[in-house]
T-cell receptor, first 118, second 115 residues
Framework: NAGVTQTPKFQVLKTGQSMTLQCAQD?????MSWYRQDPGMGLRLIHY???????DQGEVPNGYNVSRSTTEDFPLRLLSAAPSQTSVYFC?????????????????FGEGSWLTVV | AQKITQTQPGMFVQEKEAVTLDCTYD???????LFWYKQPSSGEMIFLIY??????QNATEGRYSLNFQKARKSANLVISASQLGDSAMYFC????????????FGTGTLLAVQP
């Protein structure tokens, strides 16, 4: 998935520290989103954006902030890390999805960021 | 509320045989899309196949096909001629909330291909 780049790949934080997970895509996609994956579960949506300057909450937004100042970048901020935020984080991007129609588009994921909060 | 159910936590298949991974979904939306992703042990999410709710034909991508039964709300993934490299976790997902890329995922099926 060379089109969606996440950094860092691995990070260890202490409780209460803040950090930013970076996500960048070079495919000119309007839509970008962040998911977290916990053991034994599928991915859950944290925040998403339908374009520069527009963001909204997903299923599990508490403890996370996002902004979208450019089409290419969609950083995820942890303001005060907690052990419950230990997870694998995935960024995703796509063009507009023509829901219900085979548009030939898909949703691309980054390689993931492994975050441990101690 | 939208929901994706994958009832097979783990599956075994012999190399070169076909395997079906089950997925059922629940939604009140008329327009939606169904996805399958593969997650190998290295952790990345690899897109396999997409089916739109208005598509009348089942989607196919190489050795992958999606058996879409709209009335039963099922979207099973069929992998033909399994290969050792197919051993991975497989996730079914659905986009919801109109024309967005918000996805809801199932809990996954771990497939092991045996030589």
């Amino acid at each position: 998935n060379a089109g969606v780049t996440q950094t860092p790949k691995f990070q260890v934080l202490k409780t209460g520290q803040s950090m930013t997970l970076q996500c960048a895509q070079d495919m000119n996609h309007e839509y970008m989103s962040w998911y977290r994956q916990d053991p034994g579960m599928g991915l859950r949506l944290i925040h998403y954006s339908v374009g520069a300057g527009i963001t909204d909450q997903g299923e599990v937004p508490n403890g996370y902030n996002v902004s979208r100042s450019t089409t290419e970048d969609f950083p995820l901020r942890l303001l005060s890390a907690a052990p419950s935020q230990t997870s694998v984080y995935f960024c995703a991007s796509s063009y507009s999805i023509l829901t219900g129609m085979h548009s030939g588009n898909t949703i691309y994921f980054g390689e993931g960021s492994w975050l441990t909060v101690v | 509320a939208q929901k994706i159910t994958q009832t097979q936590p783990g599956m075994f298949v012999q190399e070169k045989e076909a395997v079906t991974l089950d997925c059922t979904y629940d939604t009140s939306d008329q327009s939606y899309g169904l996805f399958w992703y593969k997650q190998p042990s290295s952790g990345e999410m690899i897109f396999l196949i997409y089916q739109g709710s208005y598509d009348e034909q089942n989607a196919t991508e190489g050795r992958y096909s999606l058996n879409f039964q709209k009335a039963r709300k099922s979207a099973n993934l069929v992998i033909s001629a399994s290969q050792l490299g197919d051993s991975a976790m497989y996730f079914c997902a659905m986009n919801y909330g109109g024309a967005t890329n918000k996805l809801i995922f199932g809990t996954g099926t771990l497939l092991a291909v045996q030589p």
